[in-house]
C-alpha cells in the first residue's frame, strides 16, 4: 500500500512512469506467519531461590518470544490462579466451567487463548538453584495428553544461574517446534569504544560484551567458522590491510599467510573448517581468492576489471559463491561458481547493493541495498538465490547494514545508525522483535556465530 | 681657755675675710717654668709602598681564555687588585678569565703611602666558528606541499583538477627524493562515507592506484611509492554533505603508518 503510494506520487512527480519499475517485491517465508499461542506466566521460588525469580522470569519470556515462534499471550489476561505443576490442575465439574486458572480449559478459553502453557516454579536445594518446568497443551481435554514436557534444570544460586535454567527450559521448548535456541551463540562485531576498532564479542541478547582485540590500530570486518571455532578479520595492524585468524577457543593467533598485495581483506571461512575466501589486490583490481586456513595454496577465482569483495560461500551446496562486484557499474551482488564460471548478477542493477550472507538453508541470503533510497542509505533485504525474488525487511530508519544470520537461520543481527550512532540490532527475519544490543561508542559489522 | 677661743674666732674671721675677697678678684698665676732645652734625635720618615711588579701574562687573550696576573709589592700592609680580585698578599698570581678587555688596578697602601699601578688584558673575540650548511627542510615539511587528488564518486581514474595536481606533486617528489634518497612516501586511497566500508578498501585501493601509476608515468619512481587503502576508515570529516564527501574521495600523501 505504502508502496504504491510512493510509486504513484514518484510518478506524478517525475512524469516518468516508464522509469518506475514495479518491483517484484514478495515475502521471503523464513518466518511462518502463523503462530502458536504461548502463555508464560511469571514463576515463583521458594526459599533463596525468590531473589532471582525477576531474573528468571525476564529471561524466559523474552527468549521465548524473541524466536518468532510464539504470539505471546499477554501476561495481563492470565487467569488468578497459575498451576504450578501437574497435580494443581482441577478437572471442572461441567465443561465451561471456571476453576479460576486450575483447569487446562481455563486458558484455551478467552480472554488468554492460548494454545500452550509453560509453567512450573524453583526451588533452592542442595545449595542448588532447581526448576520445575512443563510445558502444556491447553486444548487436550485431560492432563495426562496435555503434558508435553517436564523436567528439571539446575543452575547455581544466584542471578546467573536462574538465567541459565531459563534459557535451557526455553530451548526444549523451542525443540518442541523445530526451533534452535540462541543461547550460547555469540556476536563478534567491532567497537571504537576504546578509542580504537577492536573485534569485539556478546552474547545474543547484548550482555557479556568484551574487547579480543587490543592492537590500537584499525581492526574491522569479522567472520565465523561454521564451527564458531575461527575468527577471522581485517586489520592494519601490520600496516596494510590484512587477514588475522584467531581462536575462539585459546584467543590466540593462528599463522595466516597475506600475500604480498596492498590489500587483503574481507575473509570469509569455508564450511569445512580447510578453507578461506577472501579479497585481495594482488593482481591490480581488488579480486576473490581462495587458500588453504593458514593462507598457503592460494588461487585466484574471481576475473574481472572491477572491485570484487566480500565472497561468501553456500553454507549447504559448499559450491555457490555470492560477492560483491563492481563489473557492471554500481556495486551490486553476484553468484559464481566455485572455480569462478557461471558469473551472474543477483540484484538488479538499482542502487548499491553489499554485505551478502547465507541463510544456513543455503537458499536466501540477507543483504544490504540502497534500492529505493537515497546513495549510502542502505536498507535490509532478503533475496530467495533461485528465484531472486526479494523482500525489504528495513524501512529507512538510517541506514542498516551488514545483516548477519543467527545460528537458527531465523534472526538477524546488523548495524543501524537509527539512534544516531552506529550500533548492533537484531531481529526476526520478518523484521520484527528489533532489539538494539549496544550503547557504547560507535559498533559495526556484526556476525553471528555458533 | 678663754685665750684660745679668741684665737680660734680670729682665725675664722681671717679665713672668711679671705674666702670673702678671694672671690670677688682673682690675681693671675704665676707663668710656669720654661722646661728645659730637650735634644732631638732626627728619625728617618716611614718608606714608601713599591710596586716592583704588577704584570698580565699573556696581555692579550682570546674570549674564554685567561691571563695571570702577578705582582710583588713592598712596603705595604693593604694590597688590593679591583675588577673582582680583592685583598692580596705582597707577593703572589691569580687566574682572571676576562671577558672583556680589562684593566686591573692594584692598589698599595702602607705607612709611606699608597701607590697604584694597572695592567690590562686585552680580550678579542674569537673568530666566529664555521656557518653550518643550510638546513634542509624536514621530510614532512616538504610533503607538506603536495596536493591531494581528488576523484568522483565510485571512481578512481584520474580527474583533470588531479591531474594538475599531480603533475605538480611529481616534480615536487623527484626533488624531495633527490634531498631524501632513502625515502619511501605513500599515497593514501579514501573514499566518502556512502559505499558499503567493504567496497570502500577496494575502491580506496583503486585511487592510490590509479594516482602512483599516473605520477610514475611523470618520472617518479615507482619504487619509491607506496599505496595503501584506509577505504572510509579515516575520513578527514564527517558530515553527510557533497563537500565534506568531496574531500574524502582523495589521494592523500603520507610518510607511511
Same mark, same amino acid.
Given at each position: 500500500?505504502?508502496?504504491?503510494?510512493?510509486?504513484?506520487?514518484?510518478?506524478?512527480?517525475?512524469?516518468?512512469?516508464?522509469?518506475?519499475?514495479?518491483?517484484?517485491?514478495?515475502?521471503?517465508?523464513?518466518?511462518?506467519?502463523?503462530?502458536?499461542?504461548?502463555?508464560?506466566?511469571?514463576?515463583?521460588?521458594?526459599?533463596?531461590?525468590?531473589?532471582?525469580?525477576?531474573?528468571?522470569?525476564?529471561?524466559?519470556?523474552?527468549?521465548?518470544?524473541?524466536?518468532?515462534?510464539?504470539?505471546?499471550?499477554?501476561?495481563?489476561?492470565?487467569?488468578?490462579?497459575?498451576?504450578?505443576?501437574?497435580?494443581?490442575?482441577?478437572?471442572?465439574?461441567?465443561?465451561?466451567?471456571?476453576?479460576?486458572?486450575?483447569?487446562?480449559?481455563?486458558?484455551?478459553?478467552?480472554?488468554?487463548?492460548?494454545?500452550?502453557?509453560?509453567?512450573?516454579?524453583?526451588?533452592?536445594?542442595?545449595?542448588?538453584?532447581?526448576?520445575?518446568?512443563?510445558?502444556?497443551?491447553?486444548?487436550?481435554?485431560?492432563?495426562?495428553?496435555?503434558?508435553?514436557?517436564?523436567?528439571?534444570?539446575?543452575?547455581?544460586?544466584?542471578?546467573?544461574?536462574?538465567?541459565?535454567?531459563?534459557?535451557?527450559?526455553?530451548?526444549?521448548?523451542?525443540?518442541?517446534?523445530?526451533?534452535?535456541?540462541?543461547?550460547?551463540?555469540?556476536?563478534?562485531?567491532?567497537?571504537?569504544?576504546?578509542?580504537?576498532?577492536?573485534?569485539?564479542?556478546?552474547?545474543?541478547?547484548?550482555?557479556?560484551?568484551?574487547?579480543?582485540?587490543?592492537?590500537?590500530?584499525?581492526?574491522?570486518?569479522?567472520?565465523?567458522?561454521?564451527?564458531?571455532?575461527?575468527?577471522?578479520?581485517?586489520?592494519?595492524?601490520?600496516?596494510?590491510?590484512?587477514?588475522?585468524?584467531?581462536?575462539?577457543?585459546?584467543?590466540?593467533?593462528?599463522?595466516?599467510?597475506?600475500?604480498?598485495?596492498?590489500?587483503?581483506?574481507?575473509?570469509?571461512?569455508?564450511?569445512?573448517?580447510?578453507?578461506?575466501?577472501?579479497?585481495?589486490?594482488?593482481?591490480?583490481?581488488?579480486?576473490?581468492?581462495?587458500?588453504?586456513?593458514?593462507?598457503?595454496?592460494?588461487?585466484?577465482?574471481?576475473?574481472?576489471?572491477?572491485?570484487?569483495?566480500?565472497?561468501?560461500?553456500?553454507?549447504?551446496?559448499?559450491?555457490?559463491?555470492?560477492?560483491?562486484?563492481?563489473?557492471?557499474?554500481?556495486?551490486?551482488?553476484?553468484?559464481?561458481?566455485?572455480?569462478?564460471?557461471?558469473?551472474?548478477? !543477483? #540484484?538488479?542493477? $538499482? +542502487?548499491?547493493?553489499? /554485505? =551478502?550472507? &547465507?541463510? @544456513?538453508? *543455503?537458499?536466501?541470503?540477507? %543483504?544490504?541495498?540502497?534500492?529505493?533510497?537515497?546513495?549510502?542509505?542502505?536498507?535490509?533485504?532478503?533475496?530467495?538465490?533461485?528465484?531472486?525474488?526479494?523482500?525489504? !525487511? #528495513?524501512?529507512? $530508519? +538510517?541506514?542498516?547494514? /551488514? =545483516?548477519? &544470520?543467527? @545460528?537458527? *537461520?531465523?534472526?538477524?543481527? %546488523?548495524?543501524?545508525?537509527?539512534?544516531?550512532?552506529?550500533?548492533?540490532?537484531?531481529?526476526?527475519?520478518?523484521?520484527?522483535?528489533?532489539?538494539?544490543?549496544?550503547?557504547?561508542?560507535?559498533?559495526?559489522?556484526?556476525?553471528?556465530?555458533? | 681657755?678663754?685665750?684660745?677661743?679668741?684665737?680660734?674666732?680670729?682665725?675664722?674671721?681671717?679665713?672668711?675675710?679671705?674666702?670673702?675677697?678671694?672671690?670677688?678678684?682673682?690675681?693671675?698665676?704665676?707663668?710656669?717654668?720654661?722646661?728645659?732645652?730637650?735634644?732631638?734625635?732626627?728619625?728617618?720618615?716611614?718608606?714608601?709602598?713599591?710596586?716592583?711588579?704588577?704584570?698580565?701574562?699573556?696581555?692579550?687573550?682570546?674570549?674564554?681564555?685567561?691571563?695571570?696576573?702577578?705582582?710583588?709589592?713592598?712596603?705595604?700592609?693593604?694590597?688590593?687588585?679591583?675588577?673582582?680580585?680583592?685583598?692580596?698578599?705582597?707577593?703572589?698570581?691569580?687566574?682572571?678569565?676576562?671577558?672583556?678587555?680589562?684593566?686591573?688596578?692594584?692598589?698599595?697602601?702602607?705607612?709611606?703611602?699608597?701607590?697604584?699601578?694597572?695592567?690590562?688584558?686585552?680580550?678579542?673575540?674569537?673568530?666566529?666558528?664555521?656557518?653550518?650548511?643550510?638546513?634542509?627542510?624536514?621530510?614532512?615539511?616538504?610533503?607538506?606541499?603536495?596536493?591531494?587528488?581528488?576523484?568522483?564518486?565510485?571512481?578512481?581514474?584520474?580527474?583533470?583538477?588531479?591531474?594538475?595536481?599531480?603533475?605538480?606533486?611529481?616534480?615536487?617528489?623527484?626533488?624531495?627524493?633527490?634531498?631524501?634518497?632513502?625515502?619511501?612516501?605513500?599515497?593514501?586511497?579514501?573514499?566518502?562515507?556512502?559505499?558499503?566500508?567493504?567496497?570502500?578498501?577496494?575502491?580506496?585501493?583503486?585511487?592510490?592506484?590509479?594516482?602512483?601509476?599516473?605520477?610514475?608515468?611523470?618520472?617518479?619512481?615507482?619504487?619509491?611509492?607506496?599505496?595503501?587503502?584506509?577505504?572510509?576508515?579515516?575520513?578527514?570529516?564527517?558530515?553527510?554533505?557533497?563537500?565534506?564527501?568531496?574531500?574524502?574521495?582523495?589521494?592523500?600523501?603520507?610518510?607511511?603508518?
Amino acid at each position: 500500500m505504502k508502496k504504491t503510494l510512493l510509486a504513484g506520487i514518484a510518478v506524478i512527480l517525475l512524469g516518468l512512469s516508464v522509469l518506475w519499475a514495479q518491483g517484484n517485491d514478495v515475502v521471503i517465508k523464513i518466518i511462518n506467519g502463523q503462530k502458536t499461542v504461548l502463555a508464560a506466566p511469571d514463576l515463583h521460588g521458594s526459599g533463596a531461590a525468590q531473589n532471582f525469580m525477576g531474573a528468571f522470569n525476564d529471561t524466559l519470556f523474552s527468549d521465548l518470544q524473541n524466536s518468532g515462534f510464539f504470539d505471546m499471550a499477554p501476561k495481563g489476561m492470565y487467569p488468578l490462579q497459575v498451576p504450578q505443576r501437574p497435580e494443581d490442575f482441577r478437572q471442572p465439574p461441567r465443561p465451561g466451567t471456571s476453576m479460576g486458572g486450575l483447569a487446562l480449559a481455563d486458558w484455551a478459553s478467552p480472554p488468554v487463548s492460548t494454545n500452550y502453557l509453560a509453567t512450573g516454579y524453583t526451588a533452592e536445594q542442595n545449595g542448588q538453584i532447581v526448576l520445575y518446568g512443563w510445558l502444556f497443551d491447553v486444548g487436550q481435554p485431560n492432563l495426562a495428553n496435555a503434558q508435553i514436557l517436564g523436567k528439571r534444570y539446575f543452575g547455581s544460586v544466584d542471578e546467573a544461574g536462574a538465567r541459565l535454567v531459563a534459557h535451557q527450559f526455553a530451548a526444549d521448548i523451542l525443540a518442541h517446534w523445530g526451533g534452535t535456541s540462541l543461547f550460547g551463540t555469540k556476536i563478534y562485531f567491532v567497537s571504537n569504544r576504546t578509542g580504537h576498532k577492536e573485534i569485539w564479542s556478546m552474547d545474543p541478547d547484548g550482555s557479556n560484551q568484551k574487547q579480543l582485540t587490543s592492537f590500537k590500530s584499525i581492526s574491522i570486518m569479522p567472520a565465523i567458522s561454521p564451527d564458531g571455532s575461527k575468527l577471522a578479520f581485517t586489520s592494519y595492524a601490520s600496516g596494510n590491510p590484512g587477514i588475522f585468524i584467531l581462536s575462539t577457543e585459546t584467543g590466540r593467533r593462528l599463522p595466516f599467510y597475506n600475500q604480498r598485495a596492498s590489500l587483503n581483506a574481507t575473509p570469509d571461512l569455508m564450511p569445512d573448517g580447510k578453507q578461506i575466501l577472501y579479497a585481495s589486490s594482488a593482481s591490480g583490481y581488488t579480486q576473490i581468492y581462495v587458500a588453504n586456513l593458514d593462507g598457503s595454496n592460494l588461487r585466484r577465482i574471481s576475473s574481472s576489471r572491477a572491485i570484487e569483495v566480500e565472497p561468501k560461500v553456500n553454507p549447504k551446496t559448499g559450491n555457490d559463491i555470492v560477492f560483491v562486484s563492481g563489473r557492471t557499474g554500481p556495486q551490486q551482488i553476484f553468484r559464481m561458481n566455485f572455480d569462478g564460471t557461471g558469473v551472474e548478477r !543477483l #540484484t538488479n542493477g $538499482e +542502487g548499491e547493493a553489499s /554485505n =551478502p550472507c &547465507w541463510n @544456513p538453508n *543455503g537458499e536466501v541470503i540477507a %543483504f544490504s541495498w540502497t534500492r529505493g533510497y537515497a546513495t549510502g542509505n542502505f536498507n535490509i533485504f532478503l533475496m530467495d538465490v533461485a528465484s531472486r525474488e526479494y523482500s525489504q !525487511l #528495513t524501512h529507512s $530508519e +538510517g541506514r542498516n547494514e /551488514n =545483516p548477519s &544470520w543467527a @545460528p537458527d *537461520g531465523r534472526h538477524l543481527v %546488523f548495524m543501524s545508525t537509527r539512534s544516531g550512532s552506529h550500533e548492533i540490532y537484531t531481529m526476526l527475519a520478518d523484521g520484527t522483535q528489533v532489539h538494539q544490543l549496544t550503547s557504547a561508542g560507535n559498533n559495526w559489522t556484526p556476525v553471528w556465530g555458533k | 681657755m678663754l685665750l684660745k677661743r679668741k684665737w680660734s674666732i680670729i682665725c675664722i674671721a681671717i679665713a672668711l675675710v679671705m674666702v670673702a675677697s678671694g672671690c670677688k678678684k682673682k690675681a693671675p698665676p704665676p707663668p710656669p717654668p720654661a722646661p728645659p732645652p730637650t735634644k732631638t734625635v732626627e728619625a728617618p720618615p716611614p718608606a714608601a709602598p713599591d710596586i716592583t711588579e704588577f704584570s698580565a701574562e699573556p696581555s692579550s687573550i682570546e674570549r674564554g681564555g685567561s691571563s695571570t696576573l702577578k705582582w710583588t709589592v713592598t712596603n705595604a700592609n693593604q694590597i688590593t687588585i679591583d675588577n673582582g680580585v680583592g685583598s692580596v698578599q705582597a707577593t703572589g698570581s691569580r687566574s682572571v678569565y676576562p671577558n672583556q678587555t680589562t684593566t686591573y688596578t692594584l692598589r698599595a697602601t702602607g705607612p709611606g703611602g699608597t701607590l697604584s699601578k694597572s695592567a690590562t688584558v686585552n680580550v678579542t673575540a674569537p673568530p666566529p666558528p664555521a656557518a653550518p650548511p643550510p638546513a634542509k627542510p624536514d621530510l614532512g615539511q616538504r610533503m607538506s606541499a603536495l596536493q591531494d587528488a581528488y576523484y568522483d564518486y565510485d571512481k578512481s581514474d584520474v580527474r583533470d583538477d588531479a591531474r594538475s595536481a599531480l603533475t605538480k606533486d611529481a616534480d615536487l617528489l623527484k626533488s624531495i627524493f633527490q634531498d631524501f634518497p632513502d625515502a619511501v612516501i605513500t599515497l593514501e586511497g579514501h573514499c566518502d562515507e556512502r559505499g558499503s566500508a567493504e567496497y570502500n578498501l577496494g575502491l580506496g585501493d583503486r585511487r592510490a592506484t590509479s594516482a602512483k601509476d599516473f605520477l610514475v608515468q611523470l618520472g617518479v619512481p615507482a619504487d619509491k611509492l607506496k599505496t595503501i587503502s584506509y577505504g572510509k576508515e579515516r575520513p578527514v570529516c564527517t558530515e553527510s554533505n557533497e563537500e565534506c564527501w568531496q574531500r574524502n574521495r582523495r589521494a592523500h600523501f603520507s610518510t607511511g603508518q
